[in-house]
C-alpha cells in the first residue's frame, strides 16, 4: 500500500491578498496622498468633476452623491442633482464609502485597487475613480443585479461562479466553446440588440461574483478567472470577438484589480503568440495575470492555484455538478506519487460486510494504466476483477458492493518515463443488496 499525503500539502497558496502592512514605503505615501485628495475632492463637491477643473461637462449635471446621513447610509451612491449643494457626500462603490474620514475598514482596500491599476501614481487613480464613478451612473451598475430581463438561463453553463482557490478567492469559469451551438450563438449575439443584452449580462455576472469578496484586508478581494477558448476562435465567431472585447474593455477600465489570474484554458500556439507579441507593452504586473495553457497542461497548471477537490472533472479534478456522494466535509483529495517505469498500488480494507466502497482517482498528464480488483480474506474465495487493465484518460468514478472482508486493490502502471501525480479519495457507506430488495419485497399495506 502506498502511502499518501492530504493535496493541500503539494502546492503552496498562490495569490495571497496583499496586506496594508507589507506595502513598501512609497505605496504608503501613495495611499496616503490619494486619501486627502480624495476627501478634500468630496467635501468641495469637485470629485465628479472633469480633470480640467471646468464644471460645464454634461456628465456632472447627471451625477451627484447623496447627501450623507445616517437615514441615507445604505442608498446607492449617485442621483439626479439638486439645487442645493449638500456640505457632505456619501460615495460608496461596491457598497463601501470612499470618503476616508468615514473610517470604514474596506476603503483602504478599494484604494490600493486603483492606485495598483495605475502604477500608485495618485492623480491617474483619482481619475480612474472619477470615471469608475460615472460610468457606473450611466450604465446603471449598481442596479443591474437586480434589473429585469436579465435572467438568462441559457448562458447559465457560458459564465458561472464555482467553488474557491486555494486562497480563498472566488473562480469565475468562462466556458465559450458553448457558442459553437449556432442556435444559442444567434439567439445571444445575432443583432446589436442582444449583443448590448450579453455585455449587460456579463456585466452582472461580475457583480455577483464580488459579492462573494470581504473586502478586508488580508482576506480574498479579487476573483480567479479561467476562461476555456476551445471551439471559440473560429473566424466565422465575428460578433464574438467584437462583443468580448467591448466586455474586457468595460472590465478593464472599471472593476481594477479584481482579478487575480486571468488562466486561458486550451490556448492555440496562435493566441501565445500574439499575446507575446504584444506583452512587451503591458507592465510586468500585468503580464503575470495572463496565462496561457496548452491542451496537455491544463491539470498541472490549475492544480498551482485550485485544490484538485474544487477543478471541474473536465479538467482532471474531482468537482461533479450536483454531486451527492463527496461534500467539503468528506472530500478531502489525497496524493500519491507514481515512478517512473514503476507500478504502484493503492488498498483500501473493508473488515464489515454489506458496505460499498466508492472512489474517484485522477492522474496529472494521463499516460498510465490502470486495473481494479477485489481479493477477499478468504483464501478459499474467488478473487474480483472488477475493472480490467486500462488507460486513464479521465477522472473516473467506481465502487464496489463488499459481500465479504476483504481489500479493493487499485494498480496503477506507469510505463512513462516521467514521476506521475495521482489524486484519489474513498468513502465507504452501507448498502443494502438489490437482489434482497427484490426476494424480500415490503409488504403492502392492508386496507
Known amino acids: 500500500m502506498v502511502s499518501s499525503t492530504a493535496s493541500d500539502e503539494t502546492e503552496p497558496a498562490v495569490n495571497s491578498p496583499i496586506r496594508q502592512e507589507d506595502l513598501k514605503p512609497f505605496e504608503r505615501r501613495a495611499l496616503l496622498e490619494l486619501k486627502v485628495k480624495l476627501e478634500e475632492a468630496i467635501l468641495k463637491n469637485q470629485l465628479l468633476k472633469p480633470r480640467g477643473g471646468q464644471n460645464n461637462d454634461k456628465r456632472n449635471s447627471r451625477v451627484v452623491a447623496h447627501p450623507y446621513s445616517p437615514e441615507n447610509d445604505e442608498k446607492c451612491l449617485m442621483s439626479p442633482r439638486t439645487n442645493e449643494a449638500p456640505s457632505c457626500y456619501d460615495f460608496k462603490l461596491w457598497e463601501v464609502p470612499l470618503q476616508p474620514s468615514r473610517g470604514h475598514e474596506s476603503t483602504d482596500v478599494i484604494l490600493l485597487k486603483f492606485l495598483n491599476a495605475r502604477e500608485f501614481k495618485v492623480s491617474d487613480a483619482l481619475d480612474m475613480i472619477r470615471d469608475t464613478l460615472i460610468w457606473r451612473e450611466e450604465f446603471g451598475a449598481d442596479e443591474i443585479l437586480n434589473e429585469e430581463g436579465l435572467d438568462l438561463p441559457e448562458l447559465e453553463k457560458v459564465t458561472f461562479m464555482n ?174 506519487s507514481v515512478r517512473a517505469g514503476c ?86 457507506k452501507p448498502t443494502i443488496p438489490l437482489y434482497n430488495l427484490l426476494q424480500h419485497p415490503h409488504p403492502r399495506p392492508t386496507v
Open 163 to 336: 467553488g474557491k482557490d486555494r486562497s480563498g478567492q472566488p473562480v469565475c469559469y468562462n466556458m465559450y466553446g458553448a457558442f459553437k451551438d449556432k442556435e444559442l450563438y444567434m439567439s445571444t449575439l445575432g443583432d446589436e440588440e442582444k449583443r448590448e443584452k450579453f455585455v449587460r449580462w456579463r456585466v452582472r455576472c461580475m457583480e455577483k461574483g464580488i459579492r462573494q469578496l470581504s473586502f478586508k484586508s488580508g482576506e480574498a478581494e479579487s476573483i480567479l478567472q479561467v476562461i476555456d477558448l476551445k471551439d471559440c476562435l473560429s473566424h466565422s465567431m465575428k460578433e464574438f470577438r467584437t462583443t468580448t472585447k467591448k466586455v474586457v474593455s468595460i472590465l478593464q477600465d472599471n472593476y481594477p484589480e479584481f482579478v487575480s489570474k486571468n488562466i486561458f484554458l486550451n490556448a492555440s500556439f496562435r493566441s501565445y503568440a500574439y499575446h507575446a507579441l504584444f506583452s512587451h507593452f503591458t507592465s510586468t504586473r500585468s503580464k503575470s495575470k495572463f496565462i496561457f495553457v496548452r491542451p496537455n497542461q491544463i491539470t498541472k497548471t490549475l492544480l498551482k492555484y485550485i485544490a484538485p477537490e474544487d477543478i471541474p472533472i473536465q479538467y482532471g479534478g474531482f468537482k461533479r455538478e450536483d454531486d451527492k456522494e463527496f461534500s467539503n466535509e468528506n472530500g478531502k483529495v489525497s496524493e500519491v
Open 343 to 428: 507500478i504502484e498500488t493503492l488498498e483500501f480494507y473493508i473488515a464489515k460486510p454489506g458496505e460499498t466502497l466508492l472512489w474517484d482517482l485522477s492522474v496529472v498528464g494521463w499516460e498510465v494504466s490502470y486495473k481494479e480488483e477485489f481479493v477477499p480474506d478468504d483464501e478459499g474465495s474467488y478473487r474480483v476483477l472488477i475493472q480490467k487493465e486500462k488507460r486513464l484518460e479521465e477522472t473516473i468514478r467506481n465502487s464496489y458492493y463488499i459481500s465479504e472482508p476483504g481489500k479493493v486493490i487499485i494498480t496503477i502502471i506507469n510505463r512513462t518515463t516521467k514521476k506521475k501525480r495521482l489524486f484519489h479519495r474513498s468513502k465507504t
